[in-house]
């Protein structure tokens, strides 16, 4: 009976290794498709459009039509709301790296239940149990897997607790598996090089977050993630520019309440201060809690300095050195 079980499980295990070789196969057909006509023969534009309800491929700029009967890749039918689309749909969830087996293992469901919802029989429920348990023992099958999938779910944690976007999280899986594969987890935390990857997605994604922001939600000191974020960087060839006191803008509004003139009053101060270098070697979230302060004040919804010192996470004091230097370099009339 353990035979037979362990039989079934290899099974299982050989069959997602047979799809992820053919997912692969698949993503090298499709790129392998999309560069065969990659500029229009007539006029040398790659402002190319595919027209599915023609199933034609059409060239933007002089209409000249490149091929016909093209295949349409999507689903055979339609649906009008989310409810519909997800009774119809007949595929599982996409490839995600944010899982260390990039979601195409099998996964047996927790709940006691069959394919058409009934329960399962008590005779049947002991053979279950073992099935489940040496699934999950097989999904992680080295040491490496279960460094990678541990690493995953701290970046995921992390990325909750910040409120990131998917694809950020997307980005810093890919920097992580780029960090493994340069051997740069050996003889580090695993929480500190996770740490460090989010760091540097959200400066690759202008989803701008503090050192002091990230460390708050991490396991490791700031310090740390300082010294494995230089590590990083010059091993994986990274090129990232210093974070502009723009990127702030609009998040530091919308924790303030401020309207859309407000911010697009700062983003011009800020513009003129850039323009004269009075943003060089000073601290992109001073500098733009400091043109929040102003375009609040000349735009007749005033916060006070304790209340954007308290978004920005600087101090009152960096507030007013700023602000002042600002106003009197751009000669801004403030009147408090």
Known sequence: MWMQEIEKLKVLQYERESLKSRTKQRVQEKNAENQ?????????????????????????????????????????????????????????????????????????????????????????????????????????????????????????????????????????????????????????????????????????CSVPRTLDEIAEVSRVSRKEIGRTYRVVSRELGLKLLPTSPVDYVPRFCSALTLNCEIQSRTVEILRQAGERNLTSGKGPTGVAAAAIYISSILGGERRTQHDVAEVAGVTEVTIRNRYKELAEKLEIEIIL
């Open 36 to 204: 065969t006509e990659t500029a229009c023969p007539e006029c040398g534009s790659r402002q190319l459009v595919h027209d599915y309800e023609r199933a034609e491929l059409v060239c933007q700029s002089c209409g000249l039509v490149i091929d016909d009967d093209i295949i349409d890749r999507g689903p055979e039918w339609r649906a009008f709301d989310s409810d519909q689309w997800m009774k119809r749909s007949r595929v599982g969830a996409p490839m995600t790296l944010t899982i260390h087996d990039k979601g195409l293992s099998t996964m047996i469901d927790l709940r006691n239940r069959d394919s058409h919802g009934k329960a399962i029989s008590y005779k049947n429920l002991a053979q279950l149990y073992r099935l489940r348990k040496w699934q999950s023992r097989i999904r992680i099958s080295n040491a490496t897997e279960r460094n990678l999938a541990f690493a995953l779910s701290e970046l995921d944690r992390m990325a909750s607790a910040l409120g990131l976007p998917r694809n950020l999280r997307e980005t810093a899986a890919m920097v992580y598996r780029h960090a493994v594969d340069k051997d740069l987890i050996r003889g580090r935390s695993v929480e500190g090089v996770a740490t460090t990857v989010l760091y540097v997605a959200c400066r690759q």
